[in-house]
């Protein structure tokens, strides 16, 4: 049985006008699924995931550092279409997670919920909510969240994507936040010679090794500030000074 308060979020999602829809819809969602934030994620080539938009700076650091570390509850949605609920990040097993385990400690968000969105097959992306404090979502949290997932879903495959205006974490609501990633995944790939999911690898691996996020790393290697290297017994990068 959906809340009333879902109901509502589910009425903003049908309104044509875009004017702070989905600043309406992220306030709306996570006060309905009792969360401190909101983030919708697609599904691209590869292990990939682009974030569509995010509610908060907070969730916005968490979706940026599983994107770098290339593992944790929302990567395993994706990819499986299962749904992964973490009550309490301080408790993650070393095993399921091992960088993500590690970095928990230091991180506000303490409880994420990733919910997959999709049909049969066809996965789509996840819906994540954020909670600073540790604790299960209650059963009626849990339905409301499944049915904002599905009614995602079919935005996206109805429209291509959900209206993205409002709080957005990239400079221009309409761009995909990771394209930059794609880029620089290909730039290494050629200039290493290596597969794309290799390339891929050695952007993750400096940009954890650095503290820096994977966004930020490729934005410095497609704007050629920097190049990684490979000289046969590890990858280095070098600073361009294009002065």
Known sequence: ?????????????QVDDRSGQVADVTAGGAEALGVDG???????????TELLWCS???????????????????????????MVWVPDLAGVRLARWPALAMEA???????VFCFPMGI?????????????????????????????ADALTARCLGSGEPRIDGPSP????????????????GMVSVQLSLPLPQALL??????????????DIS???????????????GTSATVVDND
Request: glycine residues 10%; neutral net charge; proline residues 5%.
């Open 1 to 13: 049985m959906i809340s009333d308060r879902m109901a509502g979020v589910l009425r903003l999602l």
């Open 38 to 48: 909101l983030a919708v994620s697609l599904v691209t080539e590869g292990d990939l």
């Open 56 to 82: 908060d700076a907070t969730t916005r650091r968490f979706e940026d550092l599983q994107l770098t570390l290339g593992e944790g509850p929302g990567p395993d949605a994706a990819r499986t279409g299962a």
């Open 105 to 111: 400690p230091g991180l506000s968000a303490r409880a």
């Open 120 to 148: 049969g097959a066809i996965r789509v992306g996840v819906l994540t909510a954020m909670r600073r404090t540790p604790g299960p979502l209650t059963a009626q949290q849990a339905d409301d969240a499944l049915i904002l």
């Open 170 to 185: 990239a400079d221009s609501p309409h761009t995909l936040q990771h394209a930059v990633i794609h880029q620089a995944t």
């Open 202 to 215: 050695r952007l993750r691996v400096h940009a954890y090794s650095s503290g820096r996020s994977l966004t």
């Open 219 to 233: 934005q410095d290697v497609v704007d050629r500030r920097l190049r990684l290297e490979d000289h046969g017994n």
